[in-house]
């Protein structure tokens, strides 16, 4: 390995954004033609890192040597001079553009009126496509493709300009399991045809499955880095965290009481005549986590807005949902919520809170038709106040002020914290619904997350759960169901379930075949 | 905290930024901007009179500044102050002159001020419902409104209610006029100047009141920020988009009663032209915010009348040239940074 020469160096680089030191004295090394990781939280100074050597912020202090040169680079155009590629978290495509159209932009004749020879990109881009093994067809409409093709786009964006360097920021984080199956192997032929990749992410498994080395960062600076071959998830957690951590949260066999939830025949036609739902059954009892597998688009969407009564009024429904007994198709988001049903959704900022309200007013968003928090035409400040610093105390919510501060300040990670906080806490919960509950969050997140959602679930909630997330579903599920086409393909039983956690990686294999 | 502290001082720089702008274009004009500042301080601040006309337009200014603040909580933009303004003051101007002269004011000023807010709610509302119903967006919506609000009073004044040989409608009985400051004080003598000033204090006190303490607020400003949140946290968006505009309505309609009942009595041809369009402008250099609303309106105020009193001296277009610049200075001060 060591023979190997060095594509990028940073020496002692550090970043300050304010009084915020996003990158204190990093020094990293990644050798050619090898996959190199930097995984950390969220807000542990990776993206920093990343921008920095994309020329998108410049450096304090330190030095970036690329291919054995000391660069200083002003925008991304030098970056790209040089020959480095970068793939964002949030693709920048044009949508109405094709997908040729697309990876010329900004590269095109620089004469103002010279025609653009379309033609000749699109077979050039169809060659490149399929050296790495990234079929896409370059007259698509961007708009028109799936996550994982516009994230191909991207990369075939990068390596049409000549990349040799790629950096990726957070790339599984929008992926399907097989999507991200199919992103490791194309990433693995670009390493062996020698091209350098760095790959950003917080997703531990994904280091050790993918990654030559890993370097790990905390609170802006590197505190190790390691050959992937010799070290393991905790070694790793503990490097990212500073502590040990527990990846799996302990999960004791739950006592089920009678159904809460109950789907029965559930269908969904949309406007256009496409069946989104087909025969949908389920029940969820008291006291149990039903976890759903599936590929996004698979009904996901559609069975949670049934659910949370923002279902679009030219769907069509039939069958029936039954929550304890008493019907909920028809009623309102409101209605639904006052029957004892708290949603925690997949989109979180667009969803779940508002950006710019403070952190105790979005522990109040949705739940301030509580008569506790009211008081004549408006809120009782200190009754709300006090709950506030209780659930942020309880959930380890870390903030500046809490009625000052806009939610949007703080990390992925308490963001999420706050809503799950405040939906887990309603008063006479029957239902919890939980739709992705711990994208973009950290490991210390998660773990916390974890933890209460067993214990709500211990307090004799119905939970249903819907991640893309395999692992998190093994880990907090008392039965799965495999949502395939707008039906459930297959359920398995607690029994299955348990003995799956014994052999996780067969287990998940098995769940891909019914989702697939 | 630091966004904070930049917010208040964007809108003071920028009308500073406006106001050197305003000396350059006046030394271009050949003037002494010295002198031109000292006759403009002495035209309204150095008088009762002065001091009198400002407050008046600044009154009608507070509830065109509101009309636009309170819409652009919940996300939208409302153009229309201008007709919800003219309709109001021509329903204003034609139910107080058909009161019955027996009425007390106790009866005929409510009454009156019905008359408008309901007319200028009607013509909000209206929007309102293209908006929630149609899908209509409001700044088109307003904009028509505002030319059916010309056409609609400029034919029902020149058909029905002008006075013969005027432009103007019947004076209003006595009883639904409201008493002048200087009447009452003994101060601004001579000016407009009435008590719908106090009027405006309290909507725009009330205003405030509703959008921060309230929990309608609370929902309100959450389906501005972000109404996909809003529907999800169970509140009905459509409920507010209407109730805000029908409320943004009646409270321009109030800016009718300051122009009829307090100083015209009755409605004629142009009386309320552009203090709609200063209304956005006062809002966007409030930041929306209906306390600020207040000095934002006196400062338009201010522009508004001393470019009148200065006019012999300098064309007052310059003032207007300084409004404008404030405003724009204004979005590019919150521009930036993002």
Not at chain 1, 453 to 476: C, F, K, M, Y
Not at chain 2, 71 to 98: C, D, H, K, W, Y
């Amino acid at each position: 390995m060591s023979t190997m020469p060095e594509a990028l160096v940073l020496s002692g680089v550090s970043k300050k954004f304010g009084a915020v030191e996003a990158n204190r004295n990093v020094s990293l090394t990644v050798q050619k033609g090898s996959i190199h990781a930097i995984a950390g939280e969220n807000g542990a100074g990776k993206s920093t890192l990343a921008r920095l050597i994309y020329g998108l912020h410049r450096p304090d202090s330190g030095t970036i040597a690329v291919n054995g040169k000391t660069v200083s680079m002003n925008s991304p155009k030098d970056a790209i001079a040089l020959g480095i590629g970068m793939v964002h978290q949030h693709f920048m495509l044009v949508p109405n553009f094709t997908v040729a159209e697309n990876i010329i932009l900004g590269i095109e004749e620089k004469a103002l009126f010279a025609s653009i020879s379309v033609r000749k990109t699109a077979e050039s881009i169809r060659i490149l496509s399929e050296r790495y093994g990234m079929p896409v067809d370059p007259e698509a409409l961007t708009g028109s493709l799936s996550v994982g093709e516009e994230q191909r786009v991207e990369i075939l964006k990068a390596l049409y300009r000549k990349a040799e360097i790629l950096i990726l920021d957070e790339p599984t984080a929008v992926l399907t399991p097989q999507e991200i199956d199919r992103l490791f192997s194309v990433l693995r032929s670009l390493r062996d045809t020698g091209k350098t990749i760095l790959i950003i992410t917080h997703k531990l498994d994904e280091v050790i499955s993918l990654a030559d080395r890993v370097s790990v960062m905390r609170k802006g600076e590197v505190t190790g880095t390691v050959e992937c071959r010799n070290t393991s998830k905790a070694e790793l957690a503990r490097m990212m965290v500073g502590r040990n951590v527990l990846l799996r949260v302990d999960n004791p066999v739950p006592a089920p009481l009678k159904p809460v939830l109950a789907v029965e025949n559930l269908c969904c036609r949309t406007q256009k005549g496409a069946m989104k739902l087909d025969n949908l059954s389920f029940t969820i009892r008291a006291g149990e986590i039903f976890g759903i597998a599936g590929v996004e688009g698979n009904g996901q969407s559609e069975l949670l807005s049934i659910l949370c009564g923002l279902n679009d009024r030219k769907n069509r429904l039939s069958g029936t949902i039954l929550l304890d007994g008493t019907t909920i198709t028809g009623r309102t988001p409101a209605e639904i919520t006052s029957l004892g049903v708290s949603h925690v959704p997949e989109d979180r900022l667009k969803h779940a809170v508002i950006r710019n309200f403070s952190v105790s007013e979005n522990i109040l968003f949705g739940r301030q038709r509580e008569q506790r928090f009211r008081k004549g035409f408006g809120f009782n400040r200190t009754i709300l106040d006090a709950y506030a610093k209780k659930l942020a105390g309880r959930y380890d919510i870390r903030f500046d002020d809490i009625n000052i501060q806009s939610l949007a300040s703080l990390s992925g990670g308490n963001q999420q914290k706050v809503v799950v906080a405040r939906e887990l806490d309603r008063p006479f919960l029957k239902l919890l619904i939980l739709a992705q509950p711990t994208r973009g969050v950290d490991i210390g997140a998660i773990e916390l997350i974890h933890r209460s959602i067993i214990e709500t679930r211990d307090n004799g909630v119905a939970v249903l759960l819907i991640t893309s997330e395999l692992d998190e579903l093994i880990t907090l599920s008392t039965r799965i169901g495999c949502l395939y086409n707008g039906s459930l393909r297959k359920i398995f039983t607690e029994e299955e379930v348990a003995e799956g956690r014994t052999d996780e990686e067969a287990f998940e294999h098995e769940i891909g075949l019914h989702i697939t | 905290m630091k966004t904070r502290i930049r917010h208040i001082f964007i809108p003071f720089a920028a009308v500073a930024g406006a106001g050197l702008f305003g000396m350059a274009i006046i030394l271009m004009t050949g003037r002494d901007p010295a002198e031109i500042g000292s006759r403009l301080f002495n035209a309204t601040l150095g008088s009762g009179y002065g001091m009198g006309q400002v407050l008046f337009k600044t009154t009608t200014l507070i509830f065109t500044g509101l009309a636009v603040a309170l819409p652009f909580r919940a996300r939208l933009f409302n153009i229309g102050g201008e007709g919800q303004l003219q309709v109001a003051a021509f329903s204003a101007a034609v139910t107080g002159a058909m009161l019955p002269s027996s009425l007390p004011p106790i009866a005929a000023v409510p009454l009156t001020a019905c008359a408008a807010m309901a007319a200028g709610g009607i013509w909000g509302a209206s929007a309102g419902v293209l908006k929630v119903r149609f899908g209509v967006n409001e700044v088109i919506s307003t904009i028509m409104l505002n030319f059916i609000a010309q056409a609609l009073t400029g034919y029902l004044l020149t058909s029905h209610f002008a006075v013969p040989s005027t432009e103007h409608t019947a004076e209003t009985g006595s009883a639904s006029m409201l008493p002048g400051l200087d009447e009452i004080t003994g101060f601004f003598r001579g000016s407009p100047l009435n008590v719908s000033i106090f009027g405006a204090l309290a909507v725009a006190i009330l205003s405030s009141l509703f959008l921060f303490r309230t929990s309608a607020g609370y929902e309100l400003r959450a389906v501005g920020s972000q109404p996909d949140a809003a529907s999800y946290a169970g509140i009905r968006s459509e409920r507010y988009l209407l109730t805000v505009m029908g409320a943004a309505g009646a409270i321009a309609g109030l800016g009718a009663m300051n122009l009829v009942a307090g100083y015209k009595h009755y409605y004629e041809t142009g009386m309320t032209a552009g203090i709609g369009f200063s209304g956005i402008a006062v809002a966007l250099l409030a930041g929306a915010h209906p306390i600020w609303i207040l000095p934002a309106a006196l400062f338009f105020g201010f522009l508004e009348y001393g470019g009148l009193a200065v006019g012999a001296y300098v064309p007052k277009e310059i003032f207007m040239i300084i409004q404008a610049i404030t405003i724009l200075l204004v979005i590019i001060g919150t521009a930036r940074k993002t």
